[in-house]
DNA sequence: CAGTGGTCTAGACCACTGA
DNA sequence: CAGTGGTCTAGACCACTGA
């Protein structure tokens, strides 16, 4: 149980930092002082510093010294579950139903260009309607998802399990129902529904882009922030 | 432009995972080979190695060695950012209307059973409504509350600046104005709209419980996953 | 039980930048 | 222009764990 010294060091300042013994823009010591109040190596303090920096509870300058950040925003971890393991974990039945499948030319967004499988379908959860989605998938990027069988498996669940995303982004709003999403829905035109539009890459290149519409008050996200870190 | 040395062996490892160069599960060079590859030594090696693993593109095991991860999909980082500095941000004028104020014993939720200050306010962005507050501040927690000048100063803002909170949770869903939540943000009742309700704690001790309801269409959240996280 | 990564030392030169 | 952090070296001992 002997706690690596690096870690001891990050520990100290993250304690004092978050009981606001040190406040934000306040100074901290020195590498050379923190050095001499732990009796390490300045390797081990910047390493120790290091990390609080990538975490965002400091701020290094050159010359200036280290300071505490002022806060401006909180990062929480968003979890974004397969919808097939959500409705499953929930007990009830999951099924996808595929509705359209197309190829098309792309005129807009990241995969603007580009040849795409443009898919429409419906997520049931114990044959409820959850979400709609539309999506689009790269067939230059996934020349695979030609030939996939969806009927079985979301087009979410396929990609996840053939062509892991590397980068993706979520745009999170509270929509009303389109007449369209509200019939597919079971809804009243108007409803209010989650709206998460996802565009993902692999690398640099676009993988696919979806807009999934959630029943309102059958989905919610859920995100933590805790000393749990990451 | 010189690149630092560990930077660009950090390069060089992401540049042949994200090619799919090296798939998930494939085995990296020890650092041993590393080092002789790069002519450099073992620490710089091993920090560019650290930052790999914390950005989740490798895993590293003793005795077995360093390994491409298997992506996980679970999660993003959530930006949850202050809303004076948000709507400031966009070049609009951020002001927060309290409309009420008040002690009050809780009964439910985390900071059931004790004294907590309720306050209620509307933000405003450019003079139009683009949430509703709802907040208990505990104040056995944060004394200080009680006699801080909430109106030059949204009840959040005020928090972030004076107690910041270690540990929090937030549920994000859609929802329908209330008749009374229509009326302060200026919508139709059963108006979409996002609900934001967020507990935090400092340590296991509870600080606040707040719900923010925003006009559907003025406020979107935004989450990502990449290795360029930050 | 041997090879791997985890951590640490006691130095070094350098780039940057605020006093 | 001097003090700060950024990066690097060439070693070291250790804990872990899979072959």
């Known amino acids: 149980m002997t706690q ?11 304690r004092r930092i978050l009981a606001g013994d040190l406040a934000p823009g306040a100074r901290l010591p020195t590498e050379q002082e923190i050095m001499a109040d732990f009796q390490c190596s300045r390797m081990t303090v910047s390493k120790a510093l290091s990390g609080l920096s990538s975490a965002g509870l400091i701020e290094r300058r ?43 030319t792309v005129t807009e967004g990241h995969l ?13 959860a114990d044959e409820a309607p959850l979400a709609v989605e539309d999506r689009l998938v790269s067939l230059a990027a996934v020349p695979a998802i030609a030939t996939a069988d969806l009927a079985s ?20 709003s509270a929509v009303a129902a389109s007449a369209n999403e509200a019939g ?30 959630f029943v309102g008050d059958r989905y919610e996200l859920v995100a933590h922030f805790g000393p749990g870190a990451s």
């Open 4 to 14: 690596p010294l690096g870690e001891a060091i990050r520990d100290h300042f993250e």
């Open 62 to 104: 050159k010359r200036a010294g280290t300071f505490v950040a002022r806060p401006r925003a909180h990062s929480m971890v968003l979890e974004v579950p397969d919808l097939a393991s959500l409705v499953a974990a929930r007990g009830q039945q999951y099924r996808f139903r595929l509705d359209r499948r197309e190829e098309a």
């Open 112 to 124: 603007s260009g580009e040849r795409a499988l443009h898919l429409v379908g419906v997520h049931f």
């Open 153 to 172: 498996e979301a087009p979410g669940t396929w990609l996840l399990h053939h062509v892991p995303w590397t980068e993706a982004d979520s745009r999170i």
């Open 184 to 213: 597919l829905l079971g809804l009243a035109t108007g409803a209010p529904c989650l709206s998460v539009e996802r565009r993902t890459w692999r690398g640099t290149e676009p993988i696919t882009l979806v807009r999934q519409v």
